[in-house]
């Protein structure tokens, strides 16, 4: 019983610490995506040049999604005419290089952390661009165009399909600013919470169980620690397969990453063990639904090959630099809840919470959370049921409804999104 209470305080620990990070970080995201339409995604995303994905990493990092919908959305804007390859850094970028990611990363484990990430993430991103030119043949694109058109369920289908943002011209501010920008903020904070939460929750325990049971001497020993070169080496190659059977995605990794560093996994290990969140054995059984066989392997082949470039490079560039903190001083959060500077962004931050929770709450929110894993063929109807909703919310508020769902069409005809060589 005490081993099991030792657990659950180090999960208490890490979750108090890290509340108010998430918090920022999703109403963040939810202000972004309130005046960004996922039409405008595709539009943007017709090609593989440089421009086009730095473009569609800097979308995907301001659209913070859990790594369920990252992936169900990348279909959703392959189907529609984006390009594959730009898809999927959109992809990667929306749950790698995303802010709360950051901020907790620091929160955590320290600031060279969260300076890895976004400098790791890009070069992820580069890399599998650039096997993706080199390998992917126009005959593997078309097999899994054919197998993503028809449609089948993965996970988060229906939230993946909403566009919760504002419909109504104006400036940003203008929309960001009117009800409609209010209650389109309150409905993509709340979803995006609904889809992280059982990640998060699961990887605290897992987090906390690790470090309560499990003997630092076993991941030192695994993890080769006490040679240097060895362990920078190993680090990379084994992060993201311990990634991949831990279940655990998106931000419900970093926690676990803790108690790896602490274990004596090299800095580039936790950078690759953090990007394989898009690789763990759910996700990829999702890929075989969305893409088929022959695609799932290749994109398993060809992401792993990128998270573990990105994890060497991180860890000799920022070894060289003298970046690396010492793994001595690691320590996993466990003195709980006390006065400090802690405290009190929680409180101002679930106070921020709550004011969204009941504006989603009041504006049909219930509605579009039974439709979070709906069909992706049926995903723009749900969203137009939700926004019916709150369009009355709206209206009951004084203003004018300003918000309709995306009803893009799916361009399988695209040129851009059938090959990638222009």
């Given at each position: 019983m005490h081993a099991?209470?030792?657990?659950?305080?180090?999960?208490?620990?890490?979750?108090?610490?890290?509340?108010?990070?998430?918090?920022?970080g999703f109403a963040l995201s939810a202000v972004v995506q309130a005046v960004v339409r996922k039409s405008t995604i595709v539009r943007l995303l017709g090609d593989d040049r440089p421009r086009t994905l730095a473009l569609a990493s800097l979308l995907g990092a301001a659209s913070s999604s859990c790594s369920y919908a990252a992936v169900?959305?990348?279909?959703?804007?392959?189907?529609?005419?984006?390009?594959?390859?730009?898809?999927?850094?959109?992809?990667?970028?929306?749950?790698?290089?995303?802010?709360?990611?950051?901020?907790?990363?620091?929160?955590?484990?320290?600031?060279?952390?969260?300076?890895?990430?976004?400098?790791?993430?890009?070069?992820?991103?580069?890399?599998?661009?650039?096997?993706?030119?080199?390998?992917?043949?126009?005959?593997?694109?078309?097999?899994?165009?054919e197998v993503a058109d028809r449609g089948a369920a993965g996970s988060m289908e229906g939230h993946a399909a909403m566009d919760m943002s504002v419909q109504r011209e104006g400036s940003f501010a203008r929309r960001l600013l009117s009800r409609e920008g209010y209650t389109s903020v309150a409905h993509v904070f709340v979803m995006e919470w609904a889809a992280i939460l059982r990640d998060l929750v699961i990887g605290l325990l897992i987090a906390g169980a690790i470090a309560a049971w499990v003997p630092d001497s076993f991941w030192r020993t695994f993890f080769f620690d006490g040679h240097p070169l060895a362990s920078k080496l190993w680090g990379p190659l084994i992060g993201p397969l311990v990634a991949v059977v831990s279940f655990v995605c998106s931000i419900g990794n970093v926690p676990l990453a803790v108690v790896l560093w602490k274990g004596g996994i090299s800095f580039g290990g936790v950078v690759s063990f953090i990007f394989a969140d898009l690789l763990i054995l759910p996700i990829l059984s999702i890929y075989r639904k969305y893409y088929g066989w022959r695609m799932t392997v290749f994109l398993a082949v060809t992401f792993y090959a990128a998270m573990v470039t990105a994890g060497y490079v991180v860890e000799f560039t920022f070894g060289g630099l003298g970046l690396i903190p010492d793994q001595a001083t690691a320590t996993?959060?466990?003195?709980?809840?006390?006065?400090?500077?802690?405290?009190?962004?929680?409180?101002?931050?679930?106070?921020?919470?709550?004011?969204?929770?009941?504006?989603?709450?009041?504006?049909?929110?219930?509605?579009?959370?039974?439709?979070?894993?709906?069909?992706?063929?049926?995903?723009?109807?749900?969203?137009?049921?939700?926004?019916?909703?709150?369009?009355?919310?709206?209206?009951?508020?004084?203003?004018?409804?300003?918000?309709?769902?995306?009803?893009?069409?799916?361009?399988?005809?695209?040129?851009?999104?059938?090959?990638?060589?222009?």
């Open positions: 099991i209470w030792h657990a659950l305080s180090i999960t208490g620990s890490m979750t108090w610490e890290i509340t108010w990070a998430l918090i920022l169900a959305l990348a279909r959703s804007l392959f189907r529609k005419g984006a390009n594959f390859t730009a898809a999927m850094a959109f992809e990667i970028a929306s749950t790698n290089l995303v802010v709360e990611l950051g901020v907790i990363l620091a929160l955590l484990m320290g600031w060279q952390f969260t300076a890895a990430e976004f400098v790791g993430g890009p070069i992820m991103i580069v890399v599998l661009a650039v096997l993706f030119r080199i390998f992917l043949r126009d005959r593997l694109l078309r097999e899994a165009r996993i959060p466990m003195e709980g809840v006390s006065w400090n500077y802690t405290t009190f962004l929680n409180i101002a931050f679930l106070v921020l919470a709550a004011a969204l929770l009941v504006r989603f709450l009041r504006t049909g929110g219930r509605a579009m959370l039974a439709m979070m894993g709906g069909a992706p063929d049926t995903g723009h109807d749900h969203s137009h049921h939700g926004h019916e909703q709150m369009h009355a919310g709206d209206r009951h508020d004084g203003s004018a409804p300003a918000q309709s769902p995306d009803h893009g069409q799916h361009d399988h005809g695209a040129q851009d999104g059938h090959g990638h060589h222009h």
